[in-house]
């Protein structure tokens, strides 16, 4: 029988307690009709998965997940949310359980998919030995900085960084070229606030 | 509105949001020693402007930032971004290749350096000022956000 030790058992309880928080937080925002409420709660999903991330030694990830999914993505969804009713609709029957079944056979995919995953945190595994070690030996002396994975995001993938910024940029773009820039009815809301009458 | 009404979030926001703009700040430059960059720092930088949207009104968080300086600043930032890899070019390396932007003795950090500051700046203003356009796009089409619904 293989040895576990202290440290792995917690961390596997640790790991498997947040995993259960969201399994709570995922059935309650599929089951809940409140869009102010669901908003708050899938932030909350982003924040403990972040939790997640750190105990998976994730850090920059987690930060991400913490000021993207926690932050932002919930002040826009708020945001989008004053635009629509407060409560969904419920559902006919076939709507609920379709996306129902979609999910199970997804899941039940990827959790067959995981057989063939390498250990989290083998050192055999292709992501560490081959081009990951390589980053690991050769960015100090080629940096002179600490964090390998902002040498690795801005130097060494600056391309893939580059992509990255014009997706974010696009998404900016579309939305205001959907929605309008929002200026023209700010405007008539502020004439308004400041009691003009004449408005164009 | 009444201006008494929120008296306590905006109190708590008028301390938090210098707090949220400095740690955005901190982010952007302690990212080669510690988690984060550019992308997390614009990320953290819109959330303070949007926090104070939310609080203090849509109209006040305009007169602080105004839309136009919001698609400036997300234009300016891939540009930047963009333009480093130019100067790469002008260098005579390839494009984004830092070590060509400018000749420095054997071992020297410096230019990788500069250019990874250059373009985390380059995120940073992308960043921020999508967001920031995204943001006001959605608010820009509804009211105050009504007292039921705090």
Partial sequence: ?200 | MNPDHHVILRVVAKLLIPLIVIYAFYVHFHGEYSPGGGFQAGVIFAVAVILYGLIFGITSALKLVPAVFARGLAAVGVLLYAGVGVWALFGGGQYLEYNALFQEPEGGHAAQHTGIILIELGVLFGVAGSMLTIFYAFAGRAAEIDDEDW
């Fill in chain 1, 1 to 200: 029988m293989m040895i576990i030790e202290r440290g792995d058992l917690w961390e596997a309880i640790i790991g498997l307690a947040l995993l259960l928080i969201l399994l709570v937080l995922g059935i309650a925002v599929a089951r809940l009709r409140s869009l102010f409420a669901i908003v708050m709660l899938s932030g909350l999903y982003s924040l403990v998965s972040a939790v997640w991330f750190v105990a998976a030694d994730a850090v920059d990830v987690a930060f991400t997940e913490a000021a993207v999914g926690a932050g932002i993505s919930t002040a826009l969804m708020l945001g989008a949310m004053l635009l629509t009713a407060r409560t969904a609709k419920p559902e006919k029957t076939f709507a609920r359980v379709a996306p129902f079944l979609v999910v199970l056979i997804t899941g039940a995919v990827l959790t067959y998919a995981t057989i063939d995953l390498p250990a989290f945190g083998d050192p055999f595994s292709p992501a560490n030995t081959g081009v990951g070690a390589e980053y690991l030996d050769r960015h100090y002396p080629e940096m002179g900085f600490p964090n390998v994975v902002t040498s690795i995001l801005a130097s060494y993938r600056g391309f893939d960084t580059l992509g990255e910024v014009l997706v974010v940029f696009t998404a900016g773009l579309s939305v205001a070229l959907l929605l309008g820039f929002g200026e023209r009815s700010l405007a008539a809301m502020m004439n308004r606030e400041r009691g003009d009458s004449h408005e164009p």
